[in-house]
């Protein structure tokens, strides 16, 4: 399978533990995204990677998050002190063309803080 | 502000043809508009974008008139299959770069019935 994937694909842990996600895009893909949806609603921009640069973080991004993509191929997103409003499902998309509005999603973290 | 405003529900029947208008009054002169489909517990997965008047590809039609300030994806003889949410979206540039984010709204939920 070459497409997006993501793990874990669920999550539970428990307020105020760290967590981490990971996300191997699709392998010429040089642009990486992270969105957080919560039920009901659509998509939420977080941040955006152009090779390993970190290049847009959206004020959706608190402190406690942190993104990286070392070596510009997978991604991690990790938070800590994890909240209960951290509810939600993590989705990573990556696209390869400049000016484009495809992006190709992976199936997305869920993640349940209790 | 929202930039694009789409019903937030539509019911049809298997076989039926299912047009879903969206309005974007404030649209950018170099804004494409695109139309992305999500299931349950998947990715939201890109359908078709345009710029004006049609575009057609093997999932469906895209019509956009010549003021651009809204736009109809159509979806030809609908199965159960195609029950799912159905996301238009414009142009959301990324700082510093030729890319965009998606700027989601809640999307319009096609429920397809037997």
């Known amino acids: 399978d070459t497409g997006v994937s993501q793990n874990p694909r669920h999550k539970i842990t428990k307020r105020g533990q760290n967590v981490t996600f990971r996300c191997d895009p699709i392998?010429?893909?040089?642009?990486l995204y992270w969105y957080r949806q919560t039920l009901g609603q659509g998509p939420e921009f977080l941040t955006y990677?152009?090779?390993?640069?970190?290049?847009?973080k959206s004020r959706l991004l608190s402190d406690r998050f942190s993104a990286e993509r070392p070596k510009g191929s997978f991604s991690t997103l990790e938070i800590q002190r994890t909240e209960q409003g951290d509810s939600a499902m993590y989705l990573c998309?990556?696209?390869?063309?400049?000016?484009?509005?495809?992006?190709?999603f992976g199936p997305g973290t869920r993640l349940t803080v209790l | 502000l929202a930039k694009t405003t789409q019903p937030i529900s539509m019911d049809s029947y298997e076989g039926q043809e299912v047009n879903i208008t969206c309005s974007h009054n404030n649209i950018a002169t170099n804004d494409y508009i695109t139309w992305y489909q999500q299931f349950p517990s998947q990715g939201p997965r890109f359908i078709i974008q345009?710029?004006?008047t049609k575009v057609t590809n093997e999932v469906a039609s895209l019509f956009i008139p010549a003021d651009r300030k809204s736009s109809t994806l159509s979806l030809p003889r609908v199965s159960l299959s195609d029950t799912a949410v159905y996301y238009c979206l414009v142009g959301d540039p990324l700082f510093g770069s030729n890319d965009y984010k998606l700027s989601f709204g809640a999307g319009t939920t096609v429920t397809v019935r037997a």
């Open positions: 345009g710029y004006k």
């Open positions: 392998s010429e893909h040089n642009r």
């Open positions: 998309a990556s696209s390869t063309t400049s000016g484009s509005y495809e992006q190709f």
């Open positions: 990677f152009q090779n390993e640069a970190q290049l847009e």
